[in-house]
C-alpha cells in the first residue's frame, strides 16, 4: 500500500554518477568516464556517507531506496548489495520497503538483473525513451528499439514491479503517431510508465541545436495536443495520470516519488544527491558535491560530500510543498500549508482560479490542478503562492 500524505515515510536516494555516453538532452549530474570506475572506492564512500548520514537522521524507518543516476545499472550487483546492506546497517528498513533502480535497456546491462533481484531491488525503472530506431539515434540512445523491447520482458519475467519512460512532443511528432506509439507502450508497461515532454534545457547540445535552428520543436499547439493525447490514451486504457509526468494503476504508483511531492523526508547519498532532513525541529535542504571525483575525496576526508546544508523558513517550507504538491493528481491539503506557513491561501486567488478552471477543491478540501490546468501549473503555483 502506498503511505498517505501527511503519513511517517522516510526515503533514501543514492546517485550513481556514471553513463557510457551523454545524452544530447540531458543536464542531470552525470559524467563519463574513459577509464574503469573503482567501484569498490565508490562503495565504500556510499557506506560511509550513509553512516554519517544516518548519525544526523537516527531512528528512521526506510520506507523507500531509489538508485538513480547516471546509469546506476552500470554497477555491479555486489555494489548495489553493499549499499542496500548498509542503509539496513544504520536505518530500519520497513519490511515492504520499495527499492527502485534506474536501468538502461541495453543487453548487457539486462542480464544483470537477477543479480539485483538478488541484492534486494524489487523494482526497476527502464530508460526506453522511445520506440522507433530513428528517433532513439536522434536521442543519442545505445540501444534499439528491439532490444528495449527485450530488456523490458526480462524485467518483465524477473521483478514483479517495473516502469519504463518515453520521452515525447519529440522533432516531427505528430498526434496520431504519439497515440499509436503510446498504445504500444501501455500494451508492455503493465502498470507504470513516465511520459517526458521534451525540453530544451541550457548547456545540453540541443539547447545549442535549438538555438541554430537545427533542431525544431513541435510548437505551442502541437505540444498542448500531443499532452491532451497522453492524458487520454492513458486513462482510457487504466494508467490515469497521478503526477503530471507520471501514469499508473491503481496502487502501482511510484512510493518513492510520491514521497517527494508530498514533501516528506529523504537522504540524499551520493555526488550531487539532494535531500530534504528534520533536524532539531528544522527542514534541511542538502546538497553533495557534484563532480564524483571530488565528493569521492570530501566523503573519504570527512565522512560526507556535503556542499549545500540550508534550513528552510516556515515560508520556504510551505512553498515547496506546494510546488511539489500541486503535481500531484490528490493534491493538497491546505490546512496542511497554513500549518507549514502560518497563514492560509489566499480564497480570491482560490475563487479566481476555479472560475478560470485550473484549480478545483473536492468535498474534502483538497485543492487539485484540473487536468486543463496542469500545462499551466507553472503560473498556477505563482498565483497561489504570491
Known amino acids: 500500500m502506498t503511505r498517505a500524505d501527511g503519513e511517517p515515510a522516510f526515503g533514501v536516494y543514492i546517485h550513481w554518477p556514471f553513463c557510457l555516453s551523454k545524452c544530447p538532452y540531458c543536464d542531470f549530474n552525470s559524467h563519463v568516464r574513459h577509464v574503469a570506475i573503482d567501484e569498490q572506492r565508490y562503495l565504500r564512500a556510499f557506506v560511509r556517507e550513509i553512516a ?113 519512460d518515453l520521452i515525447y512532443a519529440r522533432p516531427n511528432q505528430t498526434p496520431a503517431m504519439w497515440q499509436a506509439e503510446l498504445q504500444k507502450a501501455i500494451a508492455e508497461a503493465a502498470e507504470h510508465l513516465s511520459l517526458y515532454q521534451l525540453t530544451i534545457e541550457a548547456e545540453t547540445p540541443f539547447f545549442g541545436l535549438h538555438a541554430a535552428g537545427k533542431l525544431q520543436t513541435p510548437d505551442e499547439a502541437t505540444a498542448r495536443a500531443l499532452y491532451d493525447v497522453t492524458q487520454e490514451v492513458c486513462a482510457a486504457q487504466g494508467l490515469p495520470s497521478y503526477e503530471i509526468s507520471n501514469h499508473a494503476r491503481a496502487g502501482a504508483e511510484c512510493r518513492h516519488n510520491l514521497l517527494y511531492w508530498r514533501g516528506q523526508e529523504y537522504a540524499g547519498i551520493g555526488p550531487g544527491a539532494h535531500g530534504r532532513l528534520d533536524i532539531n525541529g528544522l527542514r534541511h535542504a542538502i546538497a553533495t558535491e557534484k563532480r564524483p571525483e571530488t565528493w569521492l575525496m570530501r566523503v573519504e576526508a570527512c565522512g560526507h560530500g556535503v556542499v549545500v546544508d540550508d534550513r528552510l523558513n516556515s515560508e520556504e517550507r510551505a512553498d515547496e510543498f506546494l510546488l511539489m ?5 490528490e493534491g493538497i491539503d491546505p490546512r496542511r500549508y497554513q500549518a507549514l506557513s502560518g497563514r492560509a491561501l489566499d480564497p480570491v486567488r482560490i475563487a479566481m482560479l476555479r472560475e478560470e478552471g485550473a484549480i478545483m477543491v473536492d468535498p474534502s478540501g483538497r485543492l487539485r490542478v484540473t487536468q486543463s490546468g496542469f500545462p499551466l501549473l507553472d503560473a498556477v503555483v505563482a498565483d497561489l503562492a504570491a
Not at 541484492?119 to 522511445?130: I, M
Not at 504538491?325 to 493528481?329: I, M, Q, S, T, Y
Open 325 to 329: 504538491g500541486l503535481r500531484l493528481a
Open 52 to 164: 554519517t548520514t544516518a548519525e544526523r537522521a537516527p531512528g528512521r524507518e526506510v520506507t523507500s531506496i531509489f538508485l538513480g543516476g547516471g546509469t546506476p545499472s552500470l554497477m555491479q550487483p555486489s555494489t548495489v548489495g553493499g549499499i542496500l546492506e548498509a542503509i539496513g546497517k544504520h536505518w530500519r528498513v520497513a519490511s515492504d520497503v520499495e527499492v527502485s533502480m534506474e536501468a538502461n535497456p541495453t543487453s548487457v546491462e539486462a542480464t544483470r538483473f537477477r543479480g539485483y533481484r538478488a541484492a534486494g531491488v524489487n523494482r526497476v525503472s527502464l530508460g526506453v525513451q522511445a520506440l522507433d530506431d530513428i528517433s532513439l539515434k536522434s536521442l543519442g540512445r545505445m540501444h534499439s528499439a528491439q532490444e528495449a523491447m527485450d530488456a523490458v520482458a526480462i524485467a518483465r519475467s524477473i521483478f514483479e514491479r517495473y516502469s519504463f
